[in-house]
């Protein structure tokens, strides 16, 4: 691929694109200051993760990017700070999701556009997730009926479990899958890790929430250059004009993507934006 000058947006994956994670959480020092020279470009900037808007802003909002934000892997997309949409799951799921993370010792949670609620059930060993990290959006919960009563009277877009295991893994897809045979509002399984197993409402995706993004900004597909590893970047690769998958990226994710990036060790986004936006390397 040659430099593109027809490029109005480049969207970012987060963990595992512009963070090592869960290895290491912390931004690369060029990658800020590359950003930066992108949009002085005319190009806007956007994140799609599987994070919401708050965890994001965060870690993110020191950038001051200036495209597009889809969070939650798509259940809620946010355009300068204007939510433009919400998709949130049942209580039914809701519960349904607890008692799995109990009986399986697992860390679950629970996400809406401000919020994350978590659970770690004793004796999990697996990654901490967003509770590795401090601010007022994280809500621990007890564990007990009247703490996860919170949960229900929240919108909520996305549950993340944490495994420690790939056994408890296959279950929870398993449990998942069979659940969606009977619930009267299935849901969505995808996955940005092995170990970190994502629910949303049916048909919610990183591509259909960029899609409701880009009719607000008046940017056609083509124009829009997107980076990202992971399970659940699969249909914003395949919603775009030039779609990067990261070396470390799964295989569904470099079987959507038109090319190949370096790993996120080599800061491999970085390197695709110098290179193919700014003209450099």
Sequence with gaps: MEQRGDIALVMLDV????????????????????????????????????????????????????????????????????LLYSSTLDGDTLRFAFQLSKELKCLVEYSSVHDIFIYQAPGYEGPAFAAADKGPYLILLSGDAASFARVLDTPVAKITFGVDTREKAAYIREALEQWNRSAPQPVTISASFWFAIEVTAQGVSKGRGLQMALQQCHIPPEAVLAIGDGDNDVEMLRAVGASFAMENGSAQAKAAARYLAPSVKENGAVTVLKRYILGEG
């Design 15 to 82: 963990d595992g694109t512009l963070l090592d994670t869960p290895q290491n959480r912390q931004l690369p020092a060029q990658t800020g200051p590359v950003l930066g020279r992108v949009m002085e470009r005319g190009v806007q900037v956007g994140l799609a993760s599987g994070r919401n808007y708050a965890h994001l802003m965060s870690q993110m909002g020191h950038l001051g990017l200036n495209g597009p934000m889809v969070c939650n892997n798509g259940a809620s997309v946010l355009y300068q700070e204007a």
